[in-house]
């Protein structure tokens, strides 16, 4: 059973990841891009990959996670074991991110999309919102925790 719910784990990783990629790449695009048409399809792009893959990966990636661990026998701390403390740490401070800045900043985002599909041009408006320098460092700090993350998941340093 254990190996079924790493095997779990991994997969969900997988497809996890592949959306989150998939939410950055397109929404890098959108900050880049001066045609209406372009930013709409893209951030509307980013947001199925956010519904369909980032939002339930994160959840369900983390919940197998704790199953496979405790399916191993591992404990969430002590002696060979501080590396799943730690991600679970990270996980959770990361997460912090969503109320705090993601969730606001996605309501501004269609507001502004909005106003401009209205006026049919990039406004100013949707261009500080797909350039919003608060929500691009809070992404660095999620792309950074996560490359961290998955490498205490391969290592285990600790």
């Known amino acids: 059973m254990g190996r079924l719910l790493v095997l779990l784990h991994v997969l969900v990783a997988f497809w996890f990841v592949a959306g989150f990629i998939g939410r950055n790449l397109t929404l890098l ?9 372009q930013v709409t399809t893209l951030t509307t792009l980013a947001a199925r990959f956010d519904r369909l893959m980032v939002i339930p990966g ?12 405790w399916a191993a026998g ?10 799943l403390t730690v991600s679970i740490v990270l996980y959770v401070l990361v997460s912090a991110l969503v109320p705090a ?3 606001p900043r996605r309501r501004v ?3 502004a999309l909005a106003d401009a599909r209205e006026q ?5 408006a949707l261009h ?21 993350i998955i490498a205490l998941m391969v290592t285990k340093p600790f």
């Open 29 to 37: 695009g959108a900050r880049t891009s001066g045609d209406l048409a």
């Open 58 to 69: 994160s959840l369900v990636v983390f919940v197998l996670g704790l199953l496979a661990a």
């Open 74 to 83: 591992v404990p969430l701390g002590g002696s060979g074991s501080w590396w």
């Open 101 to 103: 800045v993601f969730a």
């Open 109 to 111: 985002l269609e507001t």
């Open 120 to 124: 049919g041009v990039v406004t100013p």
């Open 128 to 148: 500080a919102a797909v350039s919003d320098q608060v929500l691009w460092t809070a992404r660095a700090v999620e792309v950074a925790t996560l490359a961290v």
